[in-house]
């Protein structure tokens, strides 16, 4: 657990270096105590006190599968809508992906993205913090090439081609550090594949939307800004329908970064667009629009078709390679 004593004083904005920030939310979608604070100048939301590196990656390594999924390993369930996911994901990657290409996949969880990868032919390399999940990765899914660690670990510069890193980036404690790291790790002209929660979502409920895992969020913005001042160049940006998430792909540039001017320019107004979205954010108004009882629907739907899938299987392998038969295939007509 991430416990208050770790835990670090106010830091300054990691996207403008700004000290002032304002309150948005004492608590997290579980009605535990956790405070979210906005920087006032560029709308980056993060939550503070944060932790100190130490703890977060103990948490990381050892805890959070195990607090956050119930499990030290991936339940049948979590195997069947990981496919899922990954084979979702692998349209967005095969519009950047070129034959050839050099791919890191950061926060690789237990290899599902990966192993549908080389389902269609492409091997890929992953770093996964936990060590359960990597572990489950290399002997149940046979994927050597998963190993256990951080992003920071990696040394080697100018290794690769794309880097894919979804729903990783917000759990990290220092995003500057981090984006640093992947454009190092690039060669020239490399590209990073990144999805990440929008602040600007209403697709939960409001009072369903902090967890104490996500340590930073952004929207469109400041995700930009970010990449812009540390040297890469934004190619694309999507948001993608229903969850509203951040789909972003940036490629390593060799152009000066972008200056400060252009920066705040960017982000210019941004804080006070986040505030009215997240104002006008009610459990009333959530409750009034068509959106969370379709989306109980879909998801009842889904449970009831998961469960009858996966009890003919016997392992989360089986459950894996069934899922990409049917959906490949399908994908992929001969
Ligand atoms: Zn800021």
Not at 126 to 137: F, L, R
Not at 218 to 226: G, H, M
Not at 263 to 270: D, K, P, Q, T, Y
């Amino acid at each position: 657990m991430l416990s208050a004593q770790h835990w670090i004083a106010s830091l300054p904005c990691a996207v403008c270096g700004n000290n002032q920030t304002k309150i948005i939310a004492k608590k997290d979608r579980n009605g535990q105590p956790l405070t979210n604070v906005m920087c006032v100048n560029c709308g980056l939301v993060w939550v503070d006190p944060q932790p100190t590196i130490e703890c977060t990656e103990k948490f990381y390594s050892s805890e959070y599968r195990k607090q956050y999924k119930k499990a030290f390993q991936p339940k049948h369930k979590h195997c069947y809508r990981e496919t899922l996911r990954a084979i979702d994901r692998k349209t967005r990657f095969l519009s950047v992906y070129r034959d050839g290409m050099r791919v890191l996949d950061v926060g690789a969880g237990a290899g599902f993205f990966a192993y549908v990868l080389q389902k269609i032919g492409i091997l890929i390399e992953g770093i996964e913090p936990n060590e359960e999940y990597a572990n489950y990765a290399r002997s149940n899914l046979h994927l050597n090439t998963i190993r256990t660690g951080f992003l920071r670990d990696l040394t080697t510069e100018n290794q690769y081609d794309l880097i894919t890193i979804n729903h990783v980036f917000e759990h990290l404690p220092n995003p500057r550090e981090a984006m640093v790291q992947m454009h190092k790790l690039l060669k020239k002209g490399g590209h990073v594949l990144m999805e990440i929660p929008n602040i600007e979502a209403t697709y939960h409920a409001p009072n369903k939307i902090f967890h104490v895992g996500h340590l930073y969020w952004f929207n469109p913005n400041t995700i930009r800004a970010l990449a812009l001042q540390l040297g890469f160049l934004i190619d694309d940006v999507q948001i993608i329908n229903g969850t509203k998430h951040i789909n972003i792909v940036l490629t390593k540039s060799d152009e000066s970064p972008a200056s400060e001017v252009e920066v705040n320019s960017l982000v210019a107004g941004n804080a006070e667009t986040i505030s009215k979205v997240l104002q006008q954010h009610t459990l009333l108004r959530h409750f009034l629009t068509p959106a969370p009882y379709g989306r109980f629907l879909r998801k009842s739907h889904q449970y009831c078709k998961e469960q009858i899938d996966i009890k003919k299987f016997k392992n989360a392998k089986d459950i894996c390679d069934s899922v990409c038969s049917k959906l490949l295939s399908i994908q992929n007509p001969k």
